[in-house]
């Protein structure tokens, strides 16, 4: 009669996998271990939460974080946490938590951590957006969520369909904003660095896009607010001083007041120095939207 053999392992923060103290390095072994990892749903060692059955042997793991974490961006732009297992980097999937470490999604335990090693390769392109990070990739600041519930708010992310120049992933020359909708007082914030292709006069945002962005700031306010649909019936813009490239900026929007199926809206773009309120404001609006008239049976 055969018997299975069982092995206890250990994975620590750095990804380094572990069996009674010495480091599994065997690229082969690690694929197998990997491969076959699962939760362990059976009433055998309960505090080792996942199994990894590699024939008759069952070999058992213990995680001081994420029982998967992930140590390289590889050129094909996976993220491996073993010898050719990985998953694709998506950006805009992270997160951090309140001790400043990155997770990305993975194929067991939802979230796997990034390699301390890893994350500072990624550091150079990580900046402050506003109370959260973001990351710069391929011209565009995708915005890295916190691990823990955020009770002050909710973060408004382009969608991956969406074509929309401001707000939307699918725009191929957009930069896909991601606005935060502040709970307590009901005003939507989004941080920023424009780039050569908002410019007019060199070193300058083009009047036009920074109309485009207030306009923008403003209908997430909207929208966040439970007000969709309503398209854009007027904008009074107030250039106060010229909005420079390559510099951070605040966007924001705040909903005045409704009336029927009007809506107004106060919109700015501040100096972003990375706090809730911003710095100097650079240009301000008022925006009217209206909402359709509902269909009649007739139409």
């Known amino acids: 009669m055969s018997t299975s053999r069982e092995y206890f392992y250990a994975l620590n923060a750095a990804g380094e996998l572990l069996h009674d103290g010495t ?34 042997e069952m070999n058992y793991l213990r995680a ?22 990985g998953v694709p980097f998506e950006p805009w999937t992270m997160r951090f938590s309140k001790d400043g470490v990155l997770y990305h999604p993975a ?10 090693s890893l994350a500072m390769s990624l550091s150079a392109d990580i900046e402050k957006w506003g109370p959260f990070y973001c990351l710069r990739a391929d011209g565009r600041e995708h915005v890295i969520q916190a691990l823990e519930p955020d009770d002050r708010g909710r973060l408004l992310q382009p969608r991956m369909q969406n074509a929309c120049y401001g707000c939307g992933m699918a725009h191929p020359g957009g930069p896909a904003l991601t606005f935060y909708w502040d709970a307590a007082s009901g005003e939507v914030r989004s941080w920023m660095k ?100 509902p269909h009649s049976a007739a139409d």
């Open 23 to 56: 480091v599994l390095t065997d690229p082969g072994a690690l694929r197998l271990f990997y491969r076959n990892l699962r939760r362990n749903d059976g009433a055998a060692h309960p505090d080792y939460p996942w199994l990894s059955a590699c024939g008759r």
């Open 107 to 116: 194929p067991l335990g939802k979230y796997g951590r990034v390699a301390r």
């Open 194 to 293: 424009a780039d050569v292709r908002m410019q007019g006069k060199e070193g300058w945002m083009h009047g036009g896009f920074v109309s485009l962005l207030l306009d923008e700031v403003m209908g997430k306010a909207l929208s966040a607010n439970d007000m969709r649909g309503a398209p854009t019936a007027g904008l009074t813009v107030r250039f106060r001083r010229p909005v420079r490239l390559d510099r951070r900026l605040m966007l924001l929007g705040r909903f005045l007041r409704r009336d029927g199926r009007k809506h107004f809206v106060h919109g700015e773009i501040r100096e972003g120095d990375e706090t809730m309120d911003g710095g100097a404001v650079l240009a301000e609006a008022e925006g009217l939207f209206i909402s359709p008239r």
């Open 64 to 85: 001081e974080d994420s029982p998967l974490v992930f140590q390289q961006l590889n050129p094909n732009g996976q993220l491996e946490y073993a010898p050719d297992l």
